[in-house]
């Protein structure tokens, strides 16, 4: 595991939040926060709502912001903003301010409440269920000034709590995961890299930007576990 990946779950661990409990933060709108970063992860659904937002195509939005890699211990397709300058300014961050306000990142959107999903199974029953999980960190930013439960945070930057796109995202990366680790151990390096293409391809652009997103990602994830699970076991 990464160092990264390491102080994440640490962090995750010691801070979580239920939904109704209180953490002292204030966002004293310094704009520090778009700025040295080179962590902001786009999902299939940020894309597709930025895209939107700047009325271009998913290939633009990638191409003028973005950039592709495959992470190193998940093996999965990621898209992060690819910051500029020494500053690492967001690509995004337009004379001060947020171009994609109404559609910026999940990420950007809840911080400093950070979330996960947790998996468990019912050893008798084998059913398995998931939840989502909040944690906060102090950012060492802002002021402690205000007292809110993740709730209202949520609340007042209009973030639902129920987000069925999370859960399905998240369970769509740990099935990912697994089974790109046995495509790859089927396969070598060579017919690695031509499979990384398509997979890009499908999770993040084959959506008409004119109809539903969840839709249109379901029907994508499916098609890319069925071919998976089809590689591996040949
Ligand atoms: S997407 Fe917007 S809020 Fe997020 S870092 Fe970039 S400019 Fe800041
Ligand atoms: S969240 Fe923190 S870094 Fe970002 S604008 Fe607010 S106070 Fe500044």
């Given at each position: 595991m990464d160092a990264k990946t390491k102080e994440i779950i640490n962090a995750y661990k010691n801070n979580k939040l239920t939904a109704d409990e209180p953490f002292r933060f204030h966002c004293t709108q310094c704009g520090e926060c778009c700025i040295?970063?080179?962590?902001?992860?786009?999902?299939?659904?940020?894309?597709?709502?930025?895209?939107?937002?700047?009325?271009?195509?998913?290939?633009?939005?990638?191409d003028r912001y973005c950039e592709l890699y495959v992470?190193?211990?998940?093996?999965?397709?990621?898209?992060?903003?690819?910051?500029?300058?020494?500053?690492?300014?967001?690509?995004?961050?337009?004379?001060?301010?947020?171009?994609?306000?109404?559609?910026?990142?999940?990420?950007?959107?809840?911080?400093?409440?950070?979330r996960a999903v947790e998996f468990s199974e019912d050893e008798r029953t084998s059913s398995k269920t998931s939840c989502i999980q909040y944690f906060y960190t102090d950012p060492g930013c802002g002021d402690h000034a205000r007292t809110q439960t993740v709730r209202e945070w949520f609340d007042h930057f209009g973030i639902s709590l129920k987000d069925d796109f999370f859960i399905e995202w998240a369970t769509f990366q740990k099935d990912f995961s697994t089974l790109i680790r046995e495509t790859e151990k089927a396969f070598g390096e060579t017919a690695m890299?031509?499979?990384?293409?398509?997979?890009?391809?499908?999770?993040?652009?084959?959506?008409?930007?004119?109809?539903?997103?969840?839709?249109?990602?379901?029907?994508?994830?499916?098609?890319?576990?069925?071919?998976?699970?089809m590689t591996a076991n040949t």
């Open positions: 040295n970063r080179d962590d902001i992860l786009l999902s299939p659904m940020d894309l597709f709502r930025i895209a939107k937002e700047l009325n271009v195509s998913l290939e633009d939005v990638i992470g190193y211990e998940s093996r999965f397709p990621l898209i992060r903003l690819k910051p500029r300058g020494v500053i690492k300014r967001c690509p995004l961050l337009k004379n001060r301010k947020c171009s994609v306000h109404k559609a910026k990142p999940a990420m950007c959107a809840m911080f400093p409440i950070g890299r031509q499979l990384w293409s398509p997979i890009f391809g499908i999770l993040y652009l084959c959506y008409d930007l004119e109809k539903e997103f969840l839709p249109q990602f379901r029907k994508n994830t499916e098609e890319l576990l069925c071919g998976l699970r």
